[in-house]
């Protein structure tokens, strides 16, 4: 028995998911930190060429969050969508990790690598657990709003994670 | 989200869901460790005042050192501000559970893993981490460079990865909780100052973890997938191991970016724990309120961009350390507010020399000592002579060692009333008084003096430097007695513990005639905290002084009325005449 109105428990999950989303943003803030460091005071440092299907890729993640906008306008039709184009940004990262394998770049290759795999690797982590509560929204729409939210910053993050892995 | 009043004895006392049941928990796991870290600390000291017994090999010096640290920092210290803030968050703000009262439950299991797995990491090959509580690399991340290198550090990540997971859980409760739950009433500027406490050190604690998480990915991928993150190219035993060429000043900087802030969320609730505890016991409206809170919200804010300081020696840019040493030391502004604040509480006050009290008077005398020696260490110059020495290590143990035990202490004899429906017995909570905070203090102004006199830390045989000779040499055994004096005057809190539990005298529900909220329901609180109706709050937490006589206080939920505070009320107005009464007042 918490004991507090559905009124404060929707205040609460709001509460919840900008903490959630700050300490998202302070875990990739950390590594962006370390990549700058890493990139400017080691010895050598030699960038890998990512494949173009991290740009296919993008162009899903984007397409997946436009459905789920489209489907919060007309209904929640749509999200089911929004969800499967989720689902193919995953493996088609996953294929993506192939393709560097294929041709050569692994994990421990040079520091740019390490970092490539390591910050797409938790991304992904982070989008298996919005899909997660993606699918836990369809089945409780109240639920959506948060999801969705949650989506579309993983959206930021994977942009923000090209960025740094691209510019900086 | 809600959940029924429980039945069977696992889901009312093991899988429980009920906020105070889990806080309890959490001390008691507090306790429990504390044991581990407290004996660890005794094994040093005895090695140190007879390196020549050859008690245990240096290497496992070091783990015992890296073991103390951690355990104590992450598992007795945090752990046990993780259970007050369980079990006072909900009763202070007027909330019959915490926001998320499942997260809660699995926020305390996966922290008892946790501690699970940090003992027995003593027991697999190599034995325990030993690359200190900083877990620099490379020690940290070559398993050739000590023993403690091999699974012993691989299950230390593992159980902070589970630590971390844990204090996120529960902080995201904290936070939801206080900032959505608080009863009808009750503002943020009503809240008591423990509360406060908890959310700011909850804030901090959230924000700062997650670099820290990333540096343990990373070391973790250094150890076993051999990147070179932090790693470099290097000669162990005449081998040279071709690492590549990462940088270790980088997890510095992602370790103190986390250990700083951290250092507050360890200190900031005890120390708020105290100030809610002083007004009850001087019967005057705690000094400043809301200046304690601005400069708790600038200190908290301060101490994410000054982790440097624990890096002057590291090789980084000095001119950063410049930065780095001024930002620092104007954190001396805001605690000196917090510092001013907890005196002028005591200002005219009719000291009530409860044990409470007696431990929130020494949190203020360690504080003092504690923030006075970290002026040098903030300041460049003197930190790089200091930053070897056992100055540091007297400094950090005042600040987070005695500070933080001392005021869990006065929120422990404070609170059990309403934890357990019993007092403690006050003359063995004085004996465990003196014999806990006159040694404590002693102990680590001593190590002050040592670290003055040069004595490295981290050595395992201070008799190996000439210069040691005289005064540091000859100062390891009063400290080392009163490690021990320490350790056997924590058995009377234990018998306490026990001896109240059985017979103490029971509590009522308002045993301190206190205001807060917590105290307006029965002792032990019931589940759901207060009865039918939810509490309406209609002042501050701390209005003492009121009434006719000055005698009276005005409870959070009184309706503005005043109530007049009982037990010792006949003796005082006798002793003190109410003399004063003419110019107390909220």
Redesign the interface.
């Known amino acids: 028995m918490n004991g507090i109105t559905a009124e404060q428990q929707s205040a609460c999950n709001r509460t919840l998911l900008a903490a959630l989303v700050a300490t998202v943003v302070m875990l990739f803030t950390g590594f962006a930190a370390a990549y700058l460091e890493r990139s400017t005071s080691g010895a050598t440092w030699e960038r890998i060429k990512l494949p173009p299907l991290v740009l296919v890729n993008t162009a899903i993640l984007v397409a997946s969050s436009l459905a789920l906008e489209w489907a919060r306008r007309h209904d929640g039709r749509g999200n089911k969508l929004g969800i499967a184009l989720g689902f193919a940004f995953v493996i088609g990262q996953t294929a993506a990790f192939f393709q560097l394998r294929a041709a050569g770049v692994f994990v421990s290759s040079n520091a740019h690598a390490s970092f490539f795999y390591l910050l797409t690797g938790l991304h992904a982590a982070h989008v298996v657990g919005g899909l997660i509560a993606l699918l836990a929204a369809v089945r409780k729409p109240r639920l959506m709003q948060f999801a969705r939210t949650f989506w579309h910053f993983m959206g930021g993050i994977w942009i923000y994670v090209l960025a740094v892995l691209t510019v900086l | 989200?809600?959940?029924?009043?429980p039945q069977s004895f696992i889901s009312k006392y093991i899988f429980s869901f009920d906020h105070k049941v889990i806080g309890i928990q959490y001390m008691i796991t507090a306790i429990v460790m504390a044991l581990f870290g407290g004996g660890l600390a005794l094994m040093i000291r005895t090695q140190l005042q007879h390196p020549e017994m050859g008690l245990f090999a240096p290497e496992a010096y070091l783990s015992y050192v890296t073991m103390h640290g951690t355990i104590m920092v992450f598992f007795v210290v945090s752990m046990a501000i993780s259970g007050f803030g369980n079990f006072l968050i909900p009763l202070q703000i007027g909330?019959?559970?915490?926001?998320?009262?499942f997260l809660n439950m699995l926020s305390y299991w996966t922290m008892v893993p946790a501690c699970l797995i940090m003992i027995a990491s003593f027991f697999v090959p190599g034995g325990a981490a030993a690359a200190g509580w900083t877990m620099y690399p490379p020690l940290s991340a070559v398993e050739q460079t000590v023993p403690g290198s091999g699974i012993g550090t691989t299950l230390w990540i593992l159980g902070m990865a589970l630590f971390i997971a844990s204090f996120?859980m529960g902080?995201?409760n904290f936070?939801?909780?206080i900032?959505?739950?608080r009863t009808k009433g009750l503002t943020m500027w009503r809240l008591p100052l423990a509360t406060w406490g908890f959310l700011v050190a909850t804030v901090l604690g959230?924000?700062?973890?997650?670099?820290?998480?990333?540096?343990a990915?990373?070391l973790l991928?250094d150890r076993h997938?051999?990147?070179?993150?932090f790693v470099t190219d290097m000669v162990i035993n005449d081998q040279l191991l071709n690492l590549?060429?990462?940088?270790p000043?980088?997890f510095q900087?992602?370790f103190w970016?986390l250990g700083h802030p951290e250092v507050y969320v360890l200190v900031i609730p005890p120390l708020l724990m105290t100030m809610d505890i002083i007004p009850v016991f001087t019967r005057r409206p705690a000094f400043g309120y809301r200046q304690s809170i601005w400069a708790l919200g600038v200190i908290s804010f301060l101490s994410m961009i000054v982790w440097g300081h624990h890096m002057f020696v590291t090789g980084m840019n000095p001119y950063i350390g410049k930065y780095f040493s001024i930002a620092t030391v104007i954190i001396t502004a805001p605690f000196a507010v917090l510092g001013v604040n907890l005196l002028a509480s005591l200002w005219r006050a009719r000291l009530r020399p409860a044990v409470p009290m007696l431990f929130a008077l020494a949190v203020i005398s360690a504080v003092g000592f504690g923030g006075f020696g970290g002026l040098f260490l903030g300041t460049m110059v003197s930190d790089i002579y200091f930053h070897e020495t056992y100055f540091v290590v007297g400094h950090f143990h005042l600040m987070i060692g005695t500070v933080t035990l001392l005021g869990i202490f006065a929120a422990w004899y404070f609170w059990f009333p309403k934890m357990f429906g019993k007092k403690m017995d006050e003359n063995l909570g004085r004996w465990h008084f003196w014999l806990t905070a006159l040694p404590m203090i002693a102990i680590f102004l001593l190590m002050h003096l040592q670290g003055m006199g040069g004595m490295v830390r981290r050595t395992f045989d201070p008799g190996t430097y000439e210069y040691n000779a005289g005064m540091n040499m000859a100062l390891r055994f009063p400290i080392t007695i009163m490690a021990y004096v320490l350790f056997i005057g924590q058995m009377i809190f234990f018998w306490n513990i026990v001896r109240s539990l059985k017979r103490g005298e029971p509590a009522g529900e308002n045993p301190w005639d206190a205001a807060t909220l917590e105290w307006i329901t029965p002792s032990p609180a019931p589940?759901?905290n207060f009865g039918a109706a939810?509490p309406v709050v209609s002042c501050g937490p701390y209005e003492y002084s009121v009434g006719e006589d000055g005698f009276g206080y005005l409870p959070q939920s009184g309706g503005g009325e005043v109530a007049v505070h009982s037990p010792a009320s006949a003796e005082e107005r006798e002793e003190t005449g109410g003399t004063d009464s003419g110019e107390t007042g909220a």
Do not use: K, Q, W
């Open positions: 989200m809600s959940h029924a009043e909330a019959r559970d915490m926001a998320y009262p996120t902080g995201l936070l939801t909780t900032l959505n739950c959230l924000l700062a973890f997650p670099p820290l998480t990333s540096a990915i990373m991928f997938v051999d990147t070179s993150f590549g060429d990462g940088t000043l980088l900087h992602l970016f589940h759901g939810l």
